[in-house]
DNA sequence: AGGGTGACGGGCC
DNA sequence: GGGCCCGCCACCC
């Protein structure tokens, strides 16, 4: 019960996060059952397929930052898809309390 | 078997 | 705000 299942899991929920919206390790990893795992998440994003078609920029990290070297080019071109689709960062950083990603199943209101 | 390493996060100072 | 430390745990020597 570990690596792949779970990864499969992890990358499910990516899936699920809508254009112009963001969430974080910790976010995907609890929504996907693993609560205080974030780096499962992490792992999971780090080792995707060439060729797959997940939104994986639209996971960054707490911080509201992308998990990359500042310097190199992934954190930037995360940045460009964000902007691109809607998602703006000021000096790289995103507004994790306006486009965070909310499901709505994560908490439904019954009465 | 044991130590190091992460696309992390929270708590502290 | 920033930096450090530590918990976390799958993986890879």
Redesign the pocket.
């Given at each position: 019960m570990?690596?792949?299942d779970?990864?499969v899991l992890i990358l499910a929920v990516v899936r699920r996060i809508p254009r112009g919206r963001v969430a974080?390790?910790?976010?995907?990893?609890a929504q996907a059952g693993?609560p205080?795992?974030?780096?499962?998440?992490?792992?999971a994003?780090?080792?995707?397929p060439t060729g797959h078609d997940l939104p994986?920029?639209r996971?960054?990290?707490?911080?509201g930052r992308?998990?990359?070297d500042p310097e190199g080019p992934?954190y930037r071109q995360?940045l460009q898809r964000l902007a691109d689709e809607g998602v703006p960062n000021v000096d790289g950083?995103i507004d994790l309390a306006r486009y965070r990603w909310q499901p709505q199943s994560s908490a439904p209101v019954l009465d």
């Open positions: 570990s690596r792949d779970d990864c974080t390790y910790g976010q995907v990893a693993f205080k795992r974030p780096r499962l998440a992490g792992y994003l780090s080792h995707l994986w920029h996971v960054i990290n707490a911080q992308p998990s990359f992934a995360q950083r």
